[in-house]
């Protein structure tokens, strides 16, 4: 048992119909998951967040979900997904999945049932109303839906989307919607699930909150621990943005989620990535509260999502996207930006690989982006979101190596022309290249899996007195310290580090070979967008 895996786990998030396609019909599948877990092996991560292969109309990437018990057949069956299952176990590669219980699509049955006759048990199962009401939310996508409201022909009725209008929102004051949560959590935990990513849950909680105050807080200890009392070791992982004063709402002192997806962070990080200035990270930690034993943060760079820039204010947001998307084409939804990391940063592998290092080195468990690794592209004629899930890129073989069905067939282009072009940026050459994104990187993670402070231990931010550094130090009884220092910046500078006990740092990992300091200033040369991860001389050579 490693009950408390998660506090140094590194996730790999997975769009399975973008990843590889083991049947040629153009869509990427499960056992294209499977076939491809040596990937993910070879980097060394230890948890697969697979995102939606739920029956589904695929109008939301699948968030759209019409059965949460079965594959779509685009996708695959279910025991494809029990072999991709057993394959992750036997690589020690955990799986999580989403959760996505706020909504259902339109073509569900339960709402199609609900629609039709208002004294079926599924018409309470959403939130209907003769008129639109006020109750607090507005539109998560405005510039696509401009209400939250609908109006249903057949339902004779307004229901209720805080997504899109084909997404109506499930009713959490109904038991009987609470018990088919549990069915579904039930089911995939019997099938070895190491959790989930639960979707929208702020939402899930303001619903169970307007039925009854103190609902929230009492759903989410109900999920909790209906997944403690059946998988001990299974996480419930929040996409809770929020402000940082309300993460002890969601995290309950250990009760509650077990890891929070840590927006106000990640919005920080991009700050700081814009301005080359490391205090909005130093600041965000000194912040944000301590999470419980029993959680923990997860931290990310980009996801399948727009950048949401919602936890900056106004002023550093209109700095971020002026850096990262100048153009118009670049933003989504008026707040966030539509891009991957690498395009975002000129595609420059040095900046690439101190982002990652940053990411690893904050406190929290990182999660990276599937094709991230090798610093791929965004495909900007899609639409919406849609522009940053794009097919993994495999080889530089037709289709990426992504699929062998014609071109015109797969789920979505691959990314062919320009300096993230598949014949420029794939796999296969940057497994071959030392010193590739992918080669750096893989060495990352599996350098954090030798620094367990990260992820157990207690943080403080060192004062380097370099505004581009962002210098932490990290200790756990267990483990020790460890250091690790990051330049935003592009210049070479040297940095100072005042702690007594500090003295005499050597490199665990670096950006480059580093020459040992000449005299005995405690100081440390790095290079622009350089990275060094130190301990403690006499941790390593006794
Ligand atoms: C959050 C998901 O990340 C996003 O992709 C989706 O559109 C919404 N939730 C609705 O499920």
């Given at each position: 048992m490693q009950p408390l895996w998660y506090r140094n786990a590194v996730i790999y998030a997975v769009d399975p119909a973008m990843f590889h396609d083991s049947n040629a019909d153009g869509w990427g599948d499960l056992r294209g998951v499977t076939q491809r877990l040596d990937h993910l092996r070879g980097?060394?991560?230890?948890?697969?967040?697979?995102?939606?292969?739920?029956?589904?109309?695929?109008?939301?990437?699948?968030?759209?979900?019409?059965?949460?018990?079965?594959?779509?057949?685009r996708l695959g069956t279910l025991p494809d997904a029990v072999e991709l299952l057993e394959a992750a176990e036997a690589y020690g590669i955990r799986v999580?999945?989403?959760?996505?219980?706020?909504?259902?699509?339109?073509?569900?049955?339960?709402?199609?049932?609900?629609?039709?006759d208002r004294d079926s048990p599924y018409r309470d199962y959403y939130i209907w109303s003769d008129e639109p009401r006020d109750d607090g939310l507005e539109p998560i996508f405005p510039t696509v839906e401009d209400g939250i409201w609908t109006w249903d022909e057949t339902a004779g009725q307004y229901y209720r989307h805080v997504f899109y209008a084909h997404e109506p929102?499930?009713?959490?004051?109904?038991?009987?919607?609470?018990?088919?949560?549990?069915?579904?959590?039930?089911?995939?935990?019997?099938?070895?699930?190491?959790?989930?990513?639960?979707?929208?849950?702020?939402?899930?909680?303001?619903?169970?909150?307007?039925?009854?105050?103190?609902?929230?807080?009492?759903?989410?200890?109900?999920?909790?621990?209906?997944?403690?009392?059946?998988?001990?070791?299974?996480?419930?992982?929040?996409e809770v943005d929020v402000p940082l004063d309300e993460y002890d709402d969601y995290f309950l002192d250990g009760d509650g989620l077990t890891m929070l997806l840590n927006f106000w962070m990640n919005n920080q990080v991009f700050l700081s990535l814009a301005t080359g200035e490391a205090e909005p990270i130093h600041k965000a930690?000194?912040?944000?509260?301590?999470?419980?034993?029993?959680?923990?943060?997860?931290?990310?760079?980009?996801?399948?999502?727009?950048?949401?820039?919602?936890?900056?204010?106004e002023a550093d947001r209109e700095t971020v996207m002026d850096t990262f998307a100048p153009d118009e084409?670049?933003?989504?939804?008026?707040?966030?930006?539509?891009r991957r990391l690498a395009p975002m940063l000129g595609g420059d592998e040095r900046r690439i690989a101190a982002a990652h290092a940053l990411l690893l080195s904050l406190p929290g468990a990182p999660v990276l982006q599937y094709g991230d690794e090798i610093g791929m592209g965004d495909d900007l004629s899609r639409n919406e979101r849609l522009s940053v899930r794009v097919p993994m890129q495999w080889s530089s073989d037709e289709n990426a190596g992504f699929s062998s069905a014609p071109p015109d067939r797969l789920v979505a282009g691959v990314v062919k022309d320009g300096p993230f072009a598949y014949d420029r940026v794939n796999v296969y050459d940057q497994q071959r290249r030392s010193g590739s994104l992918l080669a750096r990187i893989g060495d990352m993670v599996r350098s954090r899996h030798g620094l367990t402070a990260i992820g157990f231990g207690r943080h403080s931010v060192i004062d380097t007195g370099r505004p581009s550094v962002v210098a932490l130090r990290h200790e756990d009884d267990r483990d020790g310290i460890a250091v690790t220092l990051v330049n935003l910046g592009g210049e070479e500078v040297e940095v100072a580090i005042p702690?007594?006990?500090?003295?005499?740092?050597?490199?665990?990992?670096?950006?480059?070979?580093?020459?040992?300091?000449?005299?005995?200033?405690?100081?440390?040369?790095?290079?622009?967008?350089?990275y060094r991860w130190l301990r403690p001389r006499n941790h390593i050579f006794k």
């Open positions: 980097l060394g991560v230890t948890c697969l967040w697979l995102l939606p292969f739920y029956h589904s109309p695929f109008r939301d990437g699948g968030y759209d979900v019409t059965d949460h018990l079965g594959v779509d057949p999580v999945l989403d959760l996505v219980v706020q909504h259902t699509s339109d073509q569900h049955r339960w709402f199609q049932e609900a629609r039709a929102d499930l009713n959490f004051a109904n038991p009987a919607v609470r018990e088919e949560i549990r069915d579904i959590m039930r089911f995939w935990l019997r099938l070895g699930v190491s959790g989930f990513r639960t979707d929208a849950i702020p939402y899930m909680v303001h619903g169970a909150e307007a039925a009854e105050p103190g609902g929230g807080a009492d759903l989410l200890r109900e999920m909790r621990e209906f997944v403690m009392l059946r998988q001990p070791e299974a996480v419930l992982l929040g930690l000194r912040d944000m509260p301590q999470p419980p034993r029993l959680g923990q943060y997860a931290n990310w760079l980009r996801n399948h999502d727009e950048l949401d820039l919602e936890r900056l204010g084409t670049m933003r989504a939804y008026g707040r966030g930006i539509r702690d007594e006990d500090l003295h005499d740092l050597v490199d665990v990992l670096a950006d480059a070979e580093y020459p040992p300091e000449e005299d005995d200033r405690p100081s440390l040369r790095l290079n622009g967008h350089g």
